[in-house]
């Protein structure tokens, strides 16, 4: 039986990077500010209760002001919106620079244009090496009338959308 050894940071990146994911951005609203972060680790975690969740590294500077309002948005992107996806991921500029957006029920910033949304309370929290896994649970959420629209998409480090309908 072969040796198992630790992968490499860059081989795993590379593996996981052959998983296609959506891309959405996680928002929150606290003492006048809206924050927001662009983020690929979100999933479904149950139905009843219906909880989601996401992951965020553990340094990020967002994060902290998002657990201290305990709610936030998850907004799923949607094809047309790669420069919102963009604006978030980047550190240290104004993220929300021409960004049209409104309040959720709970209070959290809901980014035009979006596939739809979420409106969610922080349920748990969990460290998980250098990340955090953050579980929601879902309030209120929103299905726009999207019937053309695609998601946003991410496989092997680059946006991508999704083949025509009924093509396998």
């Known amino acids: 039986m072969p040796t198992l050894s630790r992968p490499c940071a860059a081989s795993f990146r590379e593996a996981l990077g052959h998983?296609?994911?959506g891309i959405t951005v996680i928002t929150s609203h606290i003492d006048g500010e809206p924050i927001?972060?662009?983020?690929q680790s979100f999933y479904s975690v149950s139905m009843s209760p219906p909880l989601v969740s996401f992951s965020v590294m553990a340094s990020s500077a967002s994060y902290?002001?998002?657990?201290?309002a305990g709610r936030f948005a998850v907004n799923i992107l949607s094809g047309e919106q790669v420069k919102i996806s963009n604006q978030f991921a980047r550190r240290g500029t104004d993220k929300w620079h021409d960004v049209d957006w409104q309040a959720s029920p709970l209070g959290n910033p809901i980014i035009a244009g979006s596939l739809h949304?979420?409106?969610?309370?922080?349920?748990?929290?969990?460290?998980?090496?250098?990340?955090?896994?953050?579980?929601?649970?879902?309030?209120?959420l929103n299905l726009q009338e999207t019937a053309a629209a695609q998601p946003l998409l991410y496989f092997?480090?680059?946006y991508c959308n999704l083949a025509a309908p009924g093509v396998v």
Do not use: N
Request: hydrophobic residues 35%; charged residues 25%; contains cysteine.
């Open 19 to 21: 998983y296609a994911s």
């Open 64 to 68: 902290p002001k998002i657990r201290q």
């Open 117 to 140: 949304w979420l409106d969610c309370e922080i349920h748990a929290e969990h460290t998980a090496g250098d990340h955090l896994i953050v579980i929601g649970e879902v309030k209120a």
């Open 156 to 158: 092997k480090g680059q």
């Open 36 to 39: 927001g972060f662009t983020c």
